[in-house]
C-alpha cells in the first residue's frame, strides 16, 4: 500500500499560452503537485473548479473578460473552501489588496523564483486540507 499523501491539484487560469505552459511543465516536475487543468480566461475559472474541484487555483490578474479579482470574488464566493494565490507580471499595492480582499490567500509576482511560487501552493494546499 502506496502511504505517499495525495498530491495538490492545482488549476492554472493564465491568458499567455507560454507562461501557462511552461508553469504546467514545472509544476508537473515537482513532487506532490498535479496540474488538474489549465485555462486561459477569468471566466472559464468557475466551470474548471467545478469540474476538477482542485485544490489551489494559480490565478493570473490580468485576464480577458473576467479579470482576476472578478474570478476570485466568484470562485470564493461559490466555493468558500477554495484557495486562490494570484500570480500577476505587474499589479500595484492597491491592485494587490483587491486580490486579497476577494479572497486570494496569496499573491506573488510571476519573476519570482519557482520554489517561492512552489511554496505558497503548498501552503495554500496544507491550509485547505486543514481546514
Do not use: W
Amino acid at each position: 500500500m502506496d502511504a505517499r499523501p495525495q498530491p495538490i491539484r492545482v488549476l492554472l487560469v493564465e491568458d499567455n499560452d507560454v507562461f501557462r505552459q511552461a508553469l504546467i511543465l514545472l509544476l508537473e516536475l515537482q513532487d506532490g503537485i498535479e496540474v488538474a487543468a489549465a485555462v486561459a480566461e477569468g471566466n472559464a475559472a468557475l466551470s474548471a473548479y467545478r469540474q476538477y474541484r482542485p485544490d489551489v487555483v494559480v490565478m493570473d490578474f490580468r485576464l480577458p473578460g473576467m479579470d482576476g479579482v472578478e474570478a476570485t470574488l466568484e470562485l470564493v464566493g461559490e466555493h468558500p473552501e477554495v484557495a486562490v494565490v494570484c500570480l500577476t507580471a505587474s499589479a500595484s499595492p492597491r491592485e494587490l489588496d483587491a486580490l486579497l480582499a476577494a479572497g486570494a490567500v496569496d499573491c506573488l509576482r510571476k519573476d519570482e523564483a519557482l520554489d517561492v511560487i512552489v511554496g505558497a501552493i503548498r501552503r495554500a494546499g496544507e491550509a485547505r486540507a486543514a481546514r
